[in-house]
């Protein structure tokens, strides 16, 4: 069970704009930033948005990041079939000596 | 250019011990701290830990604190991941990552990860 809980799945059509959402709590999200990352088949996870909605160098502006209270969200837009991979969020939480979480993960198919 | 390089897989019986290692180049790599990262397979990222090479102080996730040991040696820019017997449910590839900033706590962006060490626990 991760601290983290996000939807384990969605989907889109190419074109298409989806959002993949992130709940935690006031010791994580509520006080911390939000970082996410994706991961492609077989490979490292990469960092896609970082500090809530900014996007390292490289990233496309297809990719976006919000967050209000103690939720967050990832939106992808003009959805393409590379943007098929896992998808998670992060944070770090507070709690006992401050380490960071992640969620689940949600697997993204563009049908 | 950061780099993060991994030892490679590890094919291991339960019960052996092992040391897996991570190595950082084209930055200073006393001031910046490394975290480690499990996927099991075909499971989602797990935090493990965190430790500033600079002083060895050592954070470790709930999960994981006393079942692996984190360390580093600076003298050759290396981290280190350890088990002294492991179990079949230690099977997982297991990543390095650095963060953007020197500080890991309030924001913990992992921006640079190794390849990933796979490693595999079967009698």
């Known amino acids: 069970q991760s601290v983290l809980t996000q939807p384990p799945s969605a989907s889109g059509t190419p074109g298409q704009r989806v959002t993949i959402s992130c709940s935690g709590s006031s010791s994580n999200i509520g006080s911390n930033t939000v970082n996410w990352y994706q991961q492609l088949p077989g490979t490292a996870p990469k960092l896609l948005i970082y500090s809530n909605n900014q996007r390292p160098s490289g990233v496309p502006d297809r990719f976006s990041g919000s967050k209000s209270g103690t939720s967050a969200s990832l939106a992808i837009s003009g959805l393409q079939s590379e943007d098929e991979a896992d998808y998670y969020c992060a944070a770090w939480d507070d709690s006992l000596n401050g380490h960071v979480v992640f969620g689940g993960g949600t697997k993204l198919t563009v049908l | ?123």
Do not use: H, N
Not at chain 2, 97 to 104: I, K, L, T
């Open chain 2, 1 to 123: 250019e950061v780099q993060l390089v991994q030892s490679g897989a590890e094919v291991k019986k339960p019960g052996e011990s092992l040391k897996i290692s991570c190595k950082g180049s084209g930055y200073s790599f006393t001031s910046y701290w490394i975290g480690w990262v499990r996927q099991m397979p075909g499971k989602g990222l797990e935090w493990m830990g965190i430790i500033y090479p600079g002083d060895s102080d050592t954070r470790y996730s709930p999960s994981f604190q006393g079942q692996v040991t984190i360390s580093a040696d600076k003298s050759i820019s290396t981290a280190y991941l350890q088990w002294s017997s492991l179990k079949a449910s230690d099977t997982a590839m297991y990543y390095c990552a650095r963060p953007a900033v020197p500080y890991c706590g309030g924001d913990c962006s992992l921006v640079y990860w190794g390849q990933g060490t796979l490693v595999t626990v079967s009698s």
